[in-house]
Structures are given as C-alpha cells and as structure tokens.
T-cell receptor, first 114, second 112 residues
Framework: SAVISQKPSRDICQRGTSLTIQCQVDSQVTMMFWYRQQPGQSLTLIATANQGSEATYESGFVIDKFPISRPNLTFSTLTVSNMSPEDSSIYLC???????????FGAGTRLSVL | QKEVEQDPGPLSVPEGAIVSLNCTYSNSAFQYFMWYRQYSRKGPELLMYTYSSGNKEDGRFTAQVDKSSKYISLFIRDSQPSDSATYLCAMGSGGSNYKLTFGKGTLLTVNP
C-alpha cells in the first residue's frame, strides 16, 4: 500500500480566505483523488487530480472554488478558496494502488472556518 | 433513494460480542465492495475487499455480499475495544472507473 502524507493536518481559517492542502505519496501513482467528509455525511468525491492536465470535477464542485494542481505523479494540492463556514469539513486525498482498484487514504485535513 | 444506505448507529456492544454492520445499495453496476475502518482523527483504512457474492473471511472479520438482494455485511467476531471506530462501506463499478460510492459510516463502540 502507498504511504500518503497530508499537510496541514488541521487548520482554523477566517471567512473569505483560502487554504491550500498538500498531498504527498511515497511512490508514483496514476490515480489521485480529493474527497470531502462532512459530519454525518458520506465521503464525497470532489475531483480526480490528473497529472499534467486539468482536474476532473464531480457534480456540485467547481474549479474556481476548489482549484487542484498535480505537477507530478507523487504530489497534488487542493485549494479551498474564499472560504465560508459551510466549508468546514475534513478533506482527504486518496490514491489507487495495486491491481484491484483499491483506494488508500491520507489522514485528512480538518478545516474549521470561522 | 441514495445509491448506498448505511445505518449510522451509533452501535455500542460489550467486549466479545459479535457485531453485524450492513449496507444496501441500488446501483446494479457495482461490482466490487469494500469495508473501510476509520479511527477518530485518522483517514479510512481498507479492512476488507470483495468482488463476488458470498463470504470472505480474514481473521475475526467476515465480509458478506448478496448481489441479488443488493446487500452487504461485515461481521466482527470476538469484538475488542480496539475495534471501536467508524466503519464505512464503499462500492465501485470497476474497469476503468475508479470512483467509489460510500455509505455514511457506522460508529461502533466496544465496551471493555
């Protein structure tokens, strides 16, 4: 399985600001994803981070709000822009490893917006 | 109807009990099924993976899939306090589609 490091592990931010979350993997991976986990809700896919091209966003998520970079096969960033209290959530990156479509997750970034 | 339904609990059991966790789904395209365990302040970790109907056993854990009823279960035998966590079911359709659909998770507490 891949070892995934996420930074920061948690943050408290003011309304209207932006936060960039980093995801580093210890091996090259093709598929990398960003999820949101809100209290009492299912883990929800935000987007697929594509290396060398624009991310693919799921319904309800837009690039202006959640810009994603993927400069190489081991690193990605997710920015939460112009934050509001509704953006308070856990944000997780995941990667696909092995041959069985298994996804491995980072520890997550716990974001609180005041 | 949501694609995946999972009773959020919470579920509280005494140590040594048998625990049954369940999910139902509506999408017939789902071909493989997973259970993740998530400890507080941690990311989900894969516990069980299966892609066929029937049972799969790994130590104290048994995953059961009934595709005809669109129902999956996770059984934990001889539950331990260290099993206290949130359990998430996840499903995917496979092939080149890597997207997973998750249940809301069931919070389990095993009391010593």
């Amino acid at each position: 399985s891949a070892v995934i490091s996420q930074k920061p592990s948690r943050d408290i931010c003011q309304r209207g600001t932006s936060l960039t979350i980093q995801c580093q993997v210890d091996s090259q991976v093709t598929m990398m994803f960003w999820y949101r986990q809100q209290p009492g809700q299912s883990l929800t896919l935000i987007a697929t981070a594509n290396q060398g091209s624009e991310a693919t966003y799921e319904s309800g998520f837009v690039i202006d709000k959640f810009p994603i970079s993927r400069p190489n096969l081991t690193f990605s960033t997710l920015t939460v822009s112009n934050m509001s209290p509704e953006d308070s959530s856990i944000y997780l990156c995941s990667v696909v490893g092995g041959t069985k479509n298994i996804q491995y997750f980072g520890a997550g970034t716990r974001l609180s917006v005041l | 109807q949501k694609e995946v339904e999972q009773d959020p609990g919470p579920l509280s059991v005494p140590e040594g009990a048998i625990v049954s966790l369940n999910c139902t789904y509506s999408n017939s395209a789902f071909q493989y099924f997973m259970w993740y365990r998530q400890y507080s302040r941690k990311g989900p970790e894969l516990l069980m993976y299966t892609y066929s109907s029937g049972n799969k056993e790994d130590g104290r854990f048994t995953a059961q899939v009934d595709k005809s009823s669109k129902y999956i279960s996770l059984f934990i035998r001889d539950s331990q306090p260290s099993d206290s966590a949130t359990y998430l079911c996840a499903m995917g359709s496979g092939g080149s589609n890597y997207k997973l659909t998750f249940g809301k998770g069931t919070l389990l507490t095993v009391n010593p």
